[in-house]
């Protein structure tokens, strides 16, 4: 079954002229931004062959894939620091179940309509979703604010919602202690957090999310590793050709595990089906902590002092290779159905509100050390979570 992102509605001929509609924009593009993060990790996850070859070209696909997604959650928290300059961040939550993306869906508002799913790691995956998904605008195209072409058209219109509406009063209470700005991991990523405290900020928080690939123009590959503050002869590939050099066999995938597209927890049994809720528990405790993040004010970071929020910032990336890789890594070579492997569903799972998370995370992953023995003992994961701070 086909399921649609949750929005507010838009209207498609009019450009954002108040507070409130640049604001709906600003959470559909973190929507977006999220949306992308399971597809590119479900098909990295599915790769064998992470290394790259002796003789290859470029990198391996998996290298390739993860660098991308390192970006695409910089895109999402410079989104957030927007929404959180112009008020409108305080009731917004990654870590709920009309925003967490289903899969299949459609690619929010885009025409025409592209179907995000989760699959195996293939030339025709890069060929068919992850270039239309990142697919260069034309020159001079609109914006659009709805039914676009290319997510480069729709930041547009958030950046004319931006221009149009800048002032004392957009920009009276920004929160730059709110905002993520931390030095950013930069393990094959380029670009960096910025506090956004007035347009010229907010323009450049924009230029990073569209310039490493999200609506690049037409021919311009290269993009500054710092888009904001470029420097002469550091660059990167755009998020496009990027996936247009595993399309061609440049950055190689290798083999891949038969995994299924669309797998949901339901169809899995027994001591898999624990794993797989564990997964899923744990991706939304990573969520839960980017939460936690913009709720808790960067001034209680002082030298010689324990600061929650400097627990948060420092380890909330470090959970997505530390927590979810090791896991999704069993699950796929774990027997599922009809011939094909388990894997991680990236599905919403419901915390209970009586016990800490935190907890009840631990407890999932005690259930199934028995039969996973990988996920204990000093690098593992069940270490990992009792060094996560509780949110």
């Known amino acids: 079954m086909t399921t649609t992102l949750t929005t507010s509605p838009i209207n498609a001929q009019q450009p954002i002229t108040t507070v409130p509609e640049l ?21 990295a996850y599915s790769i064998q062959t992470q290394g790259t ?17 390192i970006e695409e959650m910089l895109h999402l928290c410079l989104v957030r620091n927007l929404l959180t300059a112009i008020g409108g961040g305080d009731d917004f939550r990654l870590y709920d179940k009309a925003i967490m993306p289903t899969y299949p869906s459609p690619m929010l508002h885009r025409v025409p309509t592209l179907t995000l799913q989760l699959e195996p790691c293939t030339t025709d995956l890069m060929r068919d979703v992850f270039m239309p998904l990142e697919l260069p605008g034309k020159a001079a195209a609109p914006a659009q604010a709805e039914q676009y072409n290319t997510i480069g058209q729709f930041y547009d219109a958030i950046v004319l919602g931006f221009e149009t509406l800048s002032g004392p009063e957009l920009w009276r209470d920004p929160r730059p202690d709110l905002q993520y700005n931390r030095a950013y991991w930069s393990q094959d990523g380029g670009g960096k957090p910025m506090v956004v405290t007035d347009l010229p900020s907010a323009l450049g928080a924009i230029t990073t999310i569209v310039e490493q690939g999200e609506g690049a123009a037409p021919g311009d590959d290269e993009v500054p590793m710092n888009p904001a503050d470029p420097s002469f002869g550091f660059e990167e590939l755009s998020h496009f050709a990027k996936f247009q050099r595993i399309a061609e066999g440049v950055d190689v995938i290798g083999r891949v595990w038969p995994v299924p597209t669309n797998p949901q927890r339901s169809e899995f049994d027994g001591p898999v089906a624990a794993l797989a809720e564990l997964f899923d528990a744990a991706y939304c405790y990573v969520l839960c902590m980017i939460d936690a993040i913009y709720c808790s004010t960067n001034k209680t970071v002082v030298p010689g002092a324990q600061s929650e929020r400097y627990g948060l910032e420092r380890t909330f990336i470090a959970a997505m290779g530390g927590l979810l890789y090791p896991i999704a890594d069993l ?4 027997p599922g159905r009809d011939g094909l492997n388990a894997a991680p569903t990236f599905g919403y799972h419901r915390f209970d509100d009586t016990t800490p998370k935190k907890q009840q995370l631990t407890a999932l992953c005690d259930a199934v050390l028995g039969d996973s023995p990988q996920l204990a003992g000093d690098g593992g994961v069940r270490r990992l979570i009792g060094q996560l701070p509780s949110v």
Do not use: C, D, K
């Open 23 to 43: 604001r709906n924009h600003l959470r559909q593009a973190a929507e977006l931004e999220l949306s992308t993060i399971p597809l590119y990790l479900y098909a």
């Open 53 to 69: 070859y002796q003789w290859a070209a470029g990198m391996s696909a998996f290298r390739t894939i993860r660098s991308v997604v």
């Open 331 to 334: 699950l796929v070579r774990q």
